[in-house]
């Protein structure tokens, strides 16, 4: 917001397998395959966790992921992407709607509504997912966390602590972003409930690459 332990998780980026459109329904609350099949992370994804402001996800959580990417763009311009939440549908197509609840720039204390489908699985209906985010930390051009639920009918994660850190690195800018869910629903299937977190966190990943990286006139590196 994985059933492995946390600590299996750690350092390890799985792949989706099976349900592609429910994967990316419910990990992008502001959320690959069960740990103990998944491949070895890269160097990057095994370093300390990400953190904004010294805060990083649940750490009692069971159901986590971490990935990252490199983008070739200014780290200003991948910000502004992602913090200009008004403007995800625009670029994620998953996000259905989005919506700021407060004016100005995104900041500590900033509350989003936005909503994405979930389709129908063994356990529950479809339905459209409603999260409310609250972002607790905010660093310009660094670092953001925010938290809070996801609610549908027949669905629901309790909380989903987000972080995502951007820092310049040769080549590019180094996305990393790490997300927690938990909730007695969510927790009943831990792999399911994993890989739908891991697919939806790298789709968003690969879409913040392709709308950073498209070109943007007036726009200077730097």
Same mark, same amino acid.
């Given at each position: ?56 996800? !649940? ?42 609840? !407060? ?37 310009? !051009? ?15 994660? !309790? ?64």
């Amino acid at each position: 917001m994985t059933g492995t332990p946390s600590s299996h998780l750690r350092g390890r980026r799985t792949r989706a397998a099976g349900t592609p459109a429910l994967a990316l329904a419910l990990a992008l609350a502001a959320v690959g395959a069960v740990a103990a099949s998944a491949p070895a992370a890269s160097a990057r994804s095994q370093d300390r966790a990400p953190t904004c402001r010294g805060v990083g996800v !649940d750490p009692k959580a069971e159901i986590r992921y971490r990935s990252d990417i490199v983008i070739k763009a200014p780290i200003s311009r991948i910000f502004k992407t992602q913090t200009d939440v008004a403007r995800w549908p625009a670029w994620q197509s998953p996000v259905l709607t989005a919506e700021r609840l !407060d004016h100005g720039p995104l900041r500590a204390g900033s509350a989003f509504r936005w909503t994405t489908p979930a389709p129908a699985t063994p356990t529950t209906p479809a339905t459209t997912l409603v999260i409310t985010s609250t972002v607790r930390q905010l660093e310009r !051009d660094r670092c953001v966390r925010w938290r809070g639920p996801a609610v549908g009918e027949g669905l629901r994660i !309790d909380e989903g602590v987000h972080v995502w850190t951007f820092t310049k690195v040769r080549g590019g800018v180094l996305v990393r972003t790490e997300e927690t869910w938990t909730g007695a629903q969510v927790e009943a299937d831990v792999p399911t409930a994993t890989q739908a977190l891991g697919a939806g966190l790298e789709a968003w990943l690969r879409d913040l690459k392709t709308a950073a990286e498209a070109p943007h006139r007036g726009h200077a590196a730097r």
